[in-house]
């Protein structure tokens, strides 16, 4: 008996049905007498038709009646009436039920067992604005097929039950044997997150003037369910990085789809599902090669030392202000120089490289290569703690530590740009007394989330501290002392549930299984034109003749998604990094468990072309994202049109492959070491006249400076103490002018607001 509860959130709502058969079916249709179109009442949809079917065979009755009168019917005689009332109601108090019975008479078993179908349908599902401003209203995917004709629908449902059965089956054994060679519990994890990652989709078509579907345009939307807000989030980033893993395991060819809004609109997917579209102002016809390298150099010059950046949000749209931001990271974070947001910025530069090489723009390649290369030795020589055994939280802080899930981009993507492990340090976490995992980082308390420890899961080397972050995760998912289906977030030691009911960020369940897939080449079915030049790249072309190939690990799809790394990282750092926070005036004084202890050594820095910078040209503060054209940027400006087009202030100059980039691992090794041991013979002759640092001394040194913790006296020089901080906060207060100056010419990645 399908309730009328489907329909809407508000249980005093108006419902109407009606009864229909088909040459194969019966079924129930049940909807709104108020339907009201894309929207939502306690996030249930008021514009969708429930179904109740059944395939006709023999003994087969049927009944639309108020509860009891149903129940009292089939219990008095062991069928229904064939039967409705047309005396429409609300859905509650008066519940009406919409029955279906069959008598199999008097029976053991069968070789044909009762089957029946129920379903939920929004047509049009979404209102979409596309990048020329143009509304479309989206319908279903299975329109394609079947058009409106419902009943052909549902029969092609009930007739097909046995084979559908059978595959469904095969499918299911395949995955939990393959998850089950991990361990028992992290097969059950499996079992249970795929359906909360497919049933926040909803994969659409547009309708043709002619009223056919056109297939060829497919997009798929996320619904944010479960999320603490009121409203879910169109295709929140941060959700599709963690269901990532389940979706290019099970089907690869929806990533693509569920890429494309957020491209066609790469400011914002702004308002609640089901209604969204995009800020016109930066939406872009296509995805350029040459707007992916400007992301890729955004992602060069700040991923390093992302310093509290913020996206603000209020009432669903982006806040202008720069005082309190009201929405931080993903993870509710905004501090400064985080190690676990840096290095997503750090894989998204190896990524581009690798998307560079697939399309044969070699020399775009090595400079991304080399650009990785030295980004990951800063990296490292910023977060490795005093006495190398792990990574810092926070550069700097010694008393600091996160799980580095991001890290996991870097196995998926097969990059291996990293050679620091933290198996043995994540042992240690594992060993706290938290028996739903281990919380994100040392900063935030409790807090810990199913994805991001899974993500984990899958970068360590032990099986051992695998299986402990499986076994923390099954715990929390095996518990049933809350409402709702498994979450995301949680608290680590309690179980309480913080946000992510039932949603889609389950699909990080299958980051273990995602790292076996195997390697595919990636065909560019429009390839670059020699017009572009080396480095250059574009759309492509009319005149463009040939296939550049390359190969690239995870899969076809995986090069040009998680090039979401430069699009999920890229627009990771979208979320997580545009929107700077301006600093106010004045040195904070630390307290005492605030204060960093800081590294003896010149932390290695990436080489970077310096930026061109001229007056007559655009103002970086002023600056809005122009059109693109075929691979060249616009600008309001007629006379600033042709260098934007050349990226004269925005691109760094090619350069030379960084040998670090073709040492093996032990090379690498053995030179970091070296330097190291340099740097703790030297620091014997640093002094500073005071261990006191401001607040922006929590930020990394400019090339060529040092720091010490020590205390002591100036040799050679009769400079007081207040004199050398008060020179000290001058020199960094410009080093931080002439860093936001140099970021302000980049333009920033795509920023998606919720």
């Not at 991990?182 to 079992?191: E, F, G, K, R, T």
């Not at 044969?360 to 490795?384: F, I, T």
């Not at 030297?682 to 922006?696: P, R, Y």
Request: aromatic share 8%.
């Amino acid at each position: 008996m399908a309730p009328a509860e489907w329909l809407s959130g508000d249980r005093s709502s108006l419902v109407q049905w009606s009864q229909h058969a088909t040459s194969g079916s019966i079924y129930h249709e049940i909807d709104l007498q108020s339907p009201q179109p894309f929207v939502e009442i306690n996030h249930q949809a008021q514009d969708g038709t429930a179904y109740y079917a059944m395939a006709n065979t023999p003994g087969l009755t049927w009944q639309i009646a108020q509860d009891v009168t149903c129940r009292g019917q089939f219990h008095d005689h062991g069928n229904l009436t064939g039967t409705f009332t047309t005396s429409f109601a609300s859905i509650s108090p008066v519940f009406t039920v919409y029955a279906i019975a069959v008598d199999l008479g008097v029976i053991q078993s069968t070789s044909n067992p009762v089957t029946w179908a129920v379903g939920y349908v929004r047509n049009p599902t979404i209102q979409y604005t596309t990048a020329d401003g143009i509304t479309q209203k989206l319908s279903p995917y299975f329109v394609t097929k079947y058009g409106t004709n419902i009943g052909q629908a549902i029969d092609a449902i009930t007739s097909a039950y046995p084979d559908v059965l059978q595959k469904a089956v095969a499918f299911d054994e395949a995955i939990i044997a393959n998850a089950s060679t991990i361990s028992p519990h992290y097969a059950d994890l499996v079992s249970l997150a795929l359906r909360q990652t497919m049933g926040s989709l909803d994969i659409t078509v547009p309708i043709s003037s002619d009223g056919t579907a056109n297939a060829s345009d497919v997009r798929i939307f996320m619904k944010d369910v479960g999320a603490s807000t009121s409203a879910g989030r169109v295709s929140p980033v941060e959700r599709i990085y963690a269901a990532l893993p389940a979706l290019l395991y099970v089907n690869a060819s929806l990533v693509g789809p569920l890429l494309a809004p957020l491209l066609d609109a790469q400011d914002s997917l702004e308002l609640r599902i089901p209604t969204q579209q995009a800020h016109m102002a930066h939406t872009r016809k296509g995805l350029s090669y040459n707007l992916t390298k400007r992301w890729a150099d955004y992602l060069v010059a700040n991923s390093l030392t992302p310093n509290n950046q913020y996206v603000r949000l209020s009432h669903g749209k982006m806040q202008s202000t720069d005082d309190t931001p009201l929405r931080e990271t993903a993870d509710n974070e905004g501090n400064a120089n985080m190690t676990n947001l840096a290095i997503k910025g750090i894989i998204g530069v190896k990524a581009m490289a690798e998307i560079s090489r697939a399309l044969g723009q070699d020399l775009d390649a090595q400079q991304y290569d080399s650009h990785a290369a030295a980004l990951v030795g800063s990296w490292q020589s910023l977060a490795s703690s005093a006495d190398q055994t792990h990574l810092l939280g926070f550069y700097g802080n010694q008393k600091s530590w996160a799980l580095l899930y991001n890290i996991y981009a870097d196995r998926l993507l097969g990059t291996d740009i990293l050679l620091k492990d933290q198996t043995a340090f994540y042992q240690t976490l594992l060993q706290s007394s938290h028996p739903y995992g281990v919380p994100l980082d040392s900063s935030i308390g409790d807090v810990t989330s199913a994805a991001w420890q899974m993500f984990t899961a899958a970068i360590v080397q032990d099986d051992n501290v695998r299986n402990g972050f499986v076994d923390g995760v099954w715990a929390r998912a095996n518990d049933n002392f809350t409402a709702g289906a498994f979450p995301d977030s949680y608290d680590a030691t309690t179980g309480d549930l913080l946000s992510g009911t039932a949603g889609p960020a389950a699909g990080a369940m299958f980051s273990l299984l995602a790292l076996n897939l195997t390697n595919k080449t990636i065909s560019a079915s429009s390839p670059l034109t020699q017009q572009d030049g080396p480095g250059k790249g574009g759309n492509g072309g009319s005149n463009g003749e040939g296939s550049a190939k390359g190969t690239t690990p995870v899969g076809a799809i995986a090069g040009g998604v998680v090039g979401g790394i430069v699009i999920l990282a890229l627009a990771g750092l979208g979320l997580f990094l545009f929107m700077r926070r301006r600093r106010r005036g004045g040195p904070r004084t630390l307290e005492e468990d605030e204060k960093f202890e800081t590294m003896m050594q010149d932390p290695h820095r990436p080489t970077l072309s310096p930026y061109t910078y001229s007056p007559s040209g655009p103002s970086p503060l002023s600056y809005a994202p122009p059109a693109l054209d075929s691979g060249t940027f616009s600008h309001p400006s007629a006379a600033s049109q042709e260098r934007i087009g050349s990226n004269q202030y925005l691109m760094p100059q090619p350069v030379q492959e960084d040998p670090v980039s073709r040492q093996s691992s032990k090379e690498r090794e053995r030179e970091r070491n070296t330097r190291l041991q340099y740097a703790a013979s030297t620091s014997g002759s640093s002094n500073v006249a005071s261990n006191s640092w401001s607040a922006s001394s929590r930020e990394p040194l400019s090339p060529g400076m040092t720091r010490s913790t020590q205390s002591g006296s100036m040799t050679g020089t009769s400079v007081s103490p207040p004199d050398v901080l008060g020179l000290r906060a001058e020199v960094e207060n410009l080093r931080r002018v002439m860093q936001e100056l140099r970021a302000d010419r980049l333009e920033p990645p795509p920023e998606y607001a919720g």
